[in-house]
Nanobody, 110 residues
Framework: QVHLVESGGGLVQPGGSLRLTCTSN??????MGWYRQAPGKQRELVAR?????DIDYADAVKGRFTISRDHAKVWLQMNSLKPEDTAVYYC????????WGKGTLVTVSS
């Protein structure tokens, strides 16, 4: 059983930065990443590590967000935040099945 805990969300002004952290109770899971769900919208990929060490980024965040990791943590550095980045951000890990954290709210507003 994989347990994922997110932290680092909050309120930030447009143009600001936040760093999200996901901590897993199991190390070295290859496929891990971040998704988000804005009010009234479906959950969507933000960034993730996939097999082979490659990284997928959503087009909307390329050049602004950076995903990184160590054995049991995945970070999402978010720069140049926009109001449309407002969402609940979820950590995801795939180990046979897909596991989700409870999410952390990011609000971008002046």
């Amino acid at each position: 059983q994989v347990h994922l805990v997110e932290s680092g969300g909050g309120l930030v002004q447009p143009g600001g930065s936040l760093r999200l952290t996901c901590t897993s109770n199991i190390s070295n899971i290859y496929v891990m990443g971040w998704y988000r769900q804005a009010p009234g919208k479906q959950r969507e990929l933000v960034a993730r590590f996939i097999s082979g060490g490659d990284i997928d980024y959503a087009d909307a965040v390329k050049g602004r967000f950076t995903i990184s990791r160590d054995h049991a943590k995945v970070w999402l550095q978010m720069n140049s935040l926009k109001p449309e980045d407002t969402a609940v951000y979820y950590c995801n890990a795939v180990l046979g099945v897909s596991y989700w954290g409870k999410g952390t709210l990011v609000t971008v507003s002046s």
